[in-house]
């Protein structure tokens, strides 16, 4: 729809320049009070994509998903999804336009069992393939223990309802903001191996993910974030391990390999 | 057998109280707004009530069906604007407001209405009936009426909690706001909803407390929400059963005061909610460990 849409040149890497991106975030600029937490980010999401966001803590990565999906304001830059301004929509309405963002921490409701989860989940969903019986479907154990109360699931069981409950919304774009935060890494991998089977709905996946080989492991685009800034960006297997180490711990040589503000307009 | 009676009569009452003190509950546990207008606009439901009557000539009784709705409607309106507006500040605020609220509408009524007390179907054989058992205990319709009414209103509002899509939504809301947005309910809207059915529990508390005794301006903070506040206190934050449980604790205190002396009704209830208060702050019925 729009200029840069259309010229998105995204071949430089490899990656699909069929059209509009259906995430286009431009010189996103957040503030926490007084504290700079994104210095102009851009970044541009195609559909299919697992985009993952590293940094180390305090990067501004959970910021950053935070912002696209609409609980911080941006002090300036601007949000497109599938071509449309969102920067000024209120959370709930990104979220039923299918932007849907499991959050850090899963929040889960902590008074509703796992089923009434997935029910809120689903109560203002788009029309897609996710039901809450595909989701008991993709994780089999759910099925006998949905009137259980969220507390008593470990937390894995925990994260698997919080995907859940972002899955029966339907969503275009699932972002899904620190997975592996408090999990045992067997636990981790088994969530991230049910990556393949989300996407085969079609989604496209928006990660932060501060575990970088894991990221490096599933996403087919990575873009590093340091103190706000972008570090680093490129297909996995184009970056070399030092490139990424440089770029997460903002060492001196990491521009070599960095294209910030590539993604920007112009 | 005084001493039954009064116990009697105590319990009966609580089922009144536990119609004032439910929607403020409600409101509290959901928003966090604790809505100090809340006995004013009980009073409020009575002069509509009364109103009602006069205009439509509907049988006392069925005039619910007319007030309930209407202030449920001025339950979201309020909710969406002036406690929102406060609440988007901060939970102070909205002391603050709903406080100012309740000033605003203590003085309007006296305005409009005078100081004079009315009563609704004040010649109702319902109203002033009553039957006996035995040669001490005479047990007054309304009351085992507005009690029936009462257990009805908490079955009713558990069932609406836990079972029906809007009252998940409280729940969820009430849980995480922020997360309940991003699986795509606006929180605002189902505040609107909770304060809609609050409102509607304090307007079949204001038409009971209207037959039940009298209501003036001041009846609303003088009586209905400080007997809304011990009984929930009592009970239990946040706990729906907790403000009948509440609301009898606080009749029965009240009676077996008035047993002991008759000018010593409302200290008694009082001082229960003091020790209540001091020994078991959380409430007869607390709800779960943390919020």
């Given amino acids: 729809m729009t200029a840069s849409g259309m010229t998105g040149n ?64 941006p002090t300036s830059g601007s949000i ?8 000024e929509l209120r959370p709930e309405r990104r979220a039923t ?57 470990s937390g894995g069981e925990q994260q698997a309802v919080a995907i859940g409950r972002a899955l029966v919304a339907n969503p275009r774009v699932l972002m899904l903001d620190e ?66 180490e440089a770029a997460y711990f903002g060492l001196a040589g990491a521009t070599a390999a960095s294209r910030p503000g590539e993604e920007s307009e112009g | 057998m005084a001493w039954v009676n009064a116990i009697i009569q105590g319990v009966l009452t609580g089922g009144l109280y536990a119609l004032f003190a439910c929607g403020l509950s409600l409101m509290f546990g959901v928003m966090k707004v604790v809505n100090l207008a809340h006995g004013d606009l009980a009073v409020v439901a009575g002069y509509i009530a009364i109103g009602v009557i006069a205009v439509t000539h509907v049988p006392v009784l069925w005039s619910f069906v007319i007030v309930v709705p209407i202030m449920a409607l001025l339950g979201y309106v309020l909710q969406r604007t002036v406690i929102q507006t406060a609440l988007d500040r901060s939970v102070l605020t909205t002391l603050l407001v709903t406080f100012g609220l309740s000033v605003v509408i203590e003085n309007g009524l006296l305005q409009f209405f005078t100081a004079n007390s009315r009563g609704i179907g004040a010649n109702l054989a319902l109203v002033t009936g009553a039957f006996t058992i035995g040669s001490q205990i005479s047990i007054a319709y309304l009351l085992l009426l507005i009690f029936a009414v009462a257990v009805a209103v908490l079955l009713g509002l558990q069932y609406f909690l836990s079972r029906s899509k809007y009252g998940r939504l409280i729940r969820a809301v009430a849980d995480d706001k922020e997360a309940a947005q991003l699986a795509g309910a606006d929180y605002r809207h189902v505040f609107g909803i909770a304060a809609a059915v609050a409102f509607a529990t304090v307007a079949l508390g204001g038409i009971a407390f209207g037959m039940y005794s009298d209501l003036d301006p001041t009846t609303g903070t003088d009586t209905i929400l400080l007997f809304a506040f011990a009984a929930v206190v009592i009970g239990g934050l946040g706990s729906l059963w907790g403000t009948l449980l509440g609301g009898i604790v606080l009749g029965v205190a009240q009676q077996i005061g008035a047993q002991i002396n008759i000018s010593d009704e409302l200290l008694a209830g009082y001082i229960v909610f003091l020790i209540v208060l001091v020994l078991r702050p959380q409430g007869l019925i607390s709800r779960g460990a943390q919020s």
């Avoid at chain 1, 029309?127 to 259980?148: A, D, K, L, S």
């Avoid at chain 1, 706000?228 to 391990?241: I, N, Q, S, W």
């Fill in chain 1, 10 to 73: 995204g071949t430089v890497d490899g990656r699909p320049d069929s059209g509009t991106p259906l995430l286009d975030v431009r010189d996103l600029v957040v503030h926490h009070g007084q504290l700079m937490a994104l210095d102009e980010i851009s970044l541009r999401v195609f559909p299919g994509e697992v985009y993952a966001i590293i940094g180390a803590n305090g990067a501004g990565k959970s910021t950053l998903l935070r912002t696209i999906a609409g609980l911080h304001h």
């Fill in chain 1, 80 to 87: 497109l999804y599938d071509g449309k301004d969102v920067t």
């Fill in chain 1, 97 to 153: 336009q299918g932007i849907v963002m499991v959050p850090e921490g899963r929040r889960l409701f902590g008074s509703l069992s796992l089923e009434e989860n997935l029910k809120v989940g689903a109560t203002y969903a788009r029309r897609g393939p996710w039901t809450i019986e595909r989701v008991y479907e993709m994780f089999g154990w759910m099925r006998e223990r949905r009137n259980q109360p969220t507390a008593q699931l």
């Fill in chain 1, 179 to 244: 997975l592996s935060l408090g999990l045992a890494p067997v636990v981790v991998q088994r969530i991230y191996g049910m990556l393949p089977q989300i996407l085969g709905t079609g989604l496209t996946v928006l990660l932060v993910e501060q575990d970088v080989s894991q990221a490096l492991r599933v996403a087919s685009h990575i873009q590093c974030l340091l103190e706000g800034r972008t570090t680093l960006e490129g297909k996995p297997a184009d970056v070399t391990a030092d490139q990424v």
